[in-house]
């Protein structure tokens, strides 16, 4: 079976501050995990893959196999960032998904 | 790249009464399409998801039923709604990552 853990409903960081989301996963598979954002009324969207090692809006996450986890960093959040995320992980048939971080930027 | 509708954005419904959500998908052939329901505070919980025409896998037991009559057309479905019914509903198509639709708010009264 496959399962995404996000310890953190919310977190709440001042602007410029570094905030990281945890995001833990179990599966048997070699694993492909995704995070996505929703902003307020807007739809929710993919904001990474680990498969790109890429970074979008300043944000970076790792895949560390040893610790089975994929967290979210960002090193200088910004308000815009106030928003839930999830953290996703493709299974062979399914995409499961984290119960969700809600962040908020203060200024 | 693909492009999801999901109709109606907002629906308020009677106990009792029955539902039709639907989603169809632009873009692409064949994808995988989902149905999630978001409820505030407990996440993402995955309904059904289907592979293919008539395809469908349940995961959780509930009052609801989904049917893919066509390659991208994905349709929610109820007899009879119950007040637990209540939620935000997301149809879903996974290509190199899951692209969602703008949701529906279901209130059932």
């Known amino acids: 079976a496959q399962r995404v853990t996000q310890p953190e409903k919310l977190l709440s960081v001042f602007k410029g501050a570094p905030v990281e989301l945890k995001c833990n996963y179990s599966?048997?598979?070699?694993?492909?995990l995704f995070w996505y954002v929703q902003y307020s009324r807007q739809r929710l969207q993919l904001l990474l893959r680990?498969?790109s090692r890429e970074s979008i809006k300043g944000f970076t996450a790792d895949l560390n196999k040893g610790e089975t986890s994929f967290h979210l960093k960002k090193p200088f959040a910004q308000e815009e960032d106030s928003a839930m995320y999830y953290c996703?992980?493709?299974?062979?048939?399914?995409?499961?998904f984290g119960a969700g971080t809600t962040v908020t930027v203060r200024a | 790249s693909q492009t999801i509708h999901q109709w109606p954005a907002t629906l308020v419904q009677p106990v009792g009464s029955p539902l039709s959500l639907e989603c169809t998908v632009e873009g692409t052939s064949n994808p995988n399409l989902y149905w999630y329901r978001q409820a505030a505070g407990r996440g993402l919980q995955l309904l059904f998801y289907s592979v293919g025409i008539g395809q469908i896998s349940s995961e959780v037991p509930q009052n609801l039923s989904a049917s893919r009559p066509q390659d991208r057309q994905f349709i929610l479905s109820s007899k009879k709604l119950l007040l637990s019914d209540s939620g935000f509903y997301l149809c879903a198509c996974h290509t190199n990552g899951l692209f969602f639709g703008s949701g529906t708010q279901l209130s059932v009264l």
């Open positions: 599966y048997s598979g070699s694993p492909e």
């Open positions: 996703a992980l493709s299974g062979e048939r399914e995409l499961s």
């Open positions: 680990h498969i």
